[in-house]
């Protein structure tokens, strides 16, 4: 993972350069392109900058680009809703101080436990590294029994990409392995720097070439609620999900899943 936001606007800049498409932006496709999407001077240009000013900026060199430059990058870039605020907060010029108390955690909020205690849906709590902090039953069985993983990993993102039984549980593995690294990526810029991050980032990196793969595609995604596909006994089971955050500076996210209506009886298949 990058060292400091820069370094990361640099990478997600060139990430979304590389996928943009020439044709969209009105230029020839031609095959005399070495690299996939746009070059610089192309998107420079596109955006009405200077080939310099931009090789600076995606150098990760001490620019600060104004808001209407940004805009216009991610014009040309066709970002979208989410990829636009992942580049104005990394682009932001005032440094990122990870807040202390959102870095590292080891227990779940009263308020967050005492909203896990009452739900009847199978429900967990995690932090925006998105290390687990408590669950229910319901949660084990849609999932993993949390309890059997040592605590250093019950990581949503490391369970992701190297606990078999949770992958087995899906019914399409690489979509959720995408979403999963996209919401994590958002999170992770507001940590940009934090050794706590870093450190998950960089084992993974090294131990799963899956990961490695995904991270590269610089993809973000600020979901709030959606719908996971598991395997059970008989058919399918579609499973909406929806999220409950905290409004402390710990962020925590109180993560819970129901059926579609009618099949409520259906959770006792997984």
């Not at 690299?35 to 931009?54: H, N």
């Not at 636009?84 to 440094?95: K, M, Q």
């Not at 999170?187 to 940009?192: G, K, L, T």
């Amino acid at each position: 993972m990058a060292t400091d936001r820069r370094s990361e606007l640099a990478d997600f800049l060139r990430g979304r350069r590389t996928r943009a498409s020439p044709i969209a932006n009105g230029l020839p496709a031609g095959r005399r392109r070495r690299t996939p999407g746009l070059r610089r001077e192309e998107l420079a240009q596109l955006a009405g900058l200077s080939v310099d000013w931009y090789t600076r900026l995606e150098q990760g060199r001490d620019v600060n680009p104004s808001r209407e430059t940004l805009q216009a990058i991610a014009r040309v870039l066709d970002l979208d809703d989410d990829e636009r605020g992942h580049l104005f907060y990394l682009a932001r010029p005032e440094p990122m101080h990870p807040r202390p108390d959102a870095t590292r955690q080891e227990k779940a909020e009263p308020a967050m436990l005492h909203a896990l205690s009452a739900m009847t849906a199978p429900a967990f709590v995690m932090t925006p590294r998105f290390d687990v902090l408590a669950w229910n039953e319901g949660a084990c069985r849609v999932l993993i029994p949390f309890d059997a993983v040592p605590r250093e990993r019950r990581n949503i993102l490391w369970l992701t990409f190297h606990h078999a039984e949770m992958c087995e549980r899906y019914v399409e593995v690489p979509v959720m392995q995408r979403d999963v690294v996209a919401s994590f990526r958002l999170s992770a810029s507001s940590f940009v720097g934090d050794p706590h991050f870093d450190a998950l980032i960089t084992e993974l990196l090294e131990t799963s070439e899956g990961f490695r793969t995904i991270w590269a595609r610089h993809e973000v995604r600020a979901k709030t609620s959606g719908t996971k596909t598991f395997r059970t006994r008989g058919a399918p089971l579609v499973l909406q999900w929806f999220s409950l955050y905290s409004p402390t500076s710990t962020k925590q996210m109180l993560i819970y899943y129901v059926p579609r209506p009618g099949e409520e009886h259906r959770l006792a298949e997984l």
